[in-house]
Nanobody
């Protein structure tokens, strides 16, 4: 059973930076296509960023372009999201998601989420 676990959320002032990490484990493979979504109170879940299985391809939602970077960590099963120039509107629960390697379906597996709060 694939498990997705986020870490690194917290409170930061506007203009600051924060890194959240995601570890995917328990499946047949050592790495997965992985992405981040976020959901603010009263709003729908929003796509933030995605990185391919190989790490060679990334894409971003409009709110993340130019400020956020998704990348693979030193461990094969770890992905992080570096968030810079944070704004109060970035406040949300950030969810990591992994794709299914066999079917290509994304997202297929979800983490429990980590809270990111940006104060003004």
């Amino acid at each position: 059973q694939v498990q997705v676990v986020e870490s690194g959320g917290g409170l930061v002032q506007a203009g600051g930076s924060l890194r959240v990490s995601c570890t995917v484990s328990g499946g047949r493979f050592s790495r997965y296509a992985t992405g981040w979504f976020r959901q603010a109170p009263g709003k729908e879940r929003e796509f933030v960023a995605h990185i391919s299985w190989s790490g060679g391809s990334t894409r971003y939602g409009d709110s993340a372009k130019g400020r956020f970077t998704i990348a693979r960590g030193d461990a094969e099963n770890m992905v992080y999201l570096q968030m810079n120039s944070l704004k109060p509107e970035d406040t949300a629960v950030y969810y990591c998601a992994a794709g299914d390697y066999v079917s290509g379906r994304f997202p297929a597996y979800w983490g429990q989420g980590t809270q990111v709060t940006v104060s003004s």
